[in-house]
Nanobody, 119 residues
Framework: QGRLVESGGGLVQIGGSLRLSCAAS????????MNWFRQAPGKTRELVAH????????NYADSAKGRFTISRDNAKKTVYLQMNSLRLDDTAVYYC????????????WGQGTQVTVSS
């Protein structure tokens, strides 16, 4: 059974930066597309950033473009989300998600890490 463990969340001021990490275990990491989602209180979970299994393609939500960068290190089985110029509306629980590239019904979720942006 695959496992994803996020880390790096915390409290940061407006305009600050955080780097989230998601370490995978017990999955063929290089065969999985990786995503970061977030869910703010009272809102539905939304996709923030995507990176393909080979790291060649990335996509971002409009709210993340120009501020967030997703990357991966397949040797370390880890995906990252560098978040800069953080805003109050970035406050949410951030979740790591892995989708098998040949069958995206096969997926794993992490437990989430809280990001709180304060003024």
């Amino acid at each position: 059974q695959g496992r994803l463990v996020e880390s790096g969340g915390g409290l940061v001021q407006i305009g600050g930066s955080l780097r989230l990490s998601c370490a995978a275990s017990d999955i063929g990491f290089g065969l999985y597309h990786m995503n970061w989602f977030r869910q703010a209180p009272g809102k539905t979970r939304e996709l923030v950033a995507h990176i393909s299994s080979d790291g060649e393609n990335t996509n971002y939500a409009d709210s993340a473009k120009g501020r967030f960068t997703i990357s991966r290190d397949n040797a370390k089985k880890t995906v990252y989300l560098q978040m800069n110029s953080l805003r109050l509306d970035d406050t949410a629980v951030y979740y790591c998600n892995a989708k098998f590239r040949f069958n995206q019904d096969l997926e794993y979720w992490g437990q989430g890490t809280q990001v709180t942006v304060s003024s």
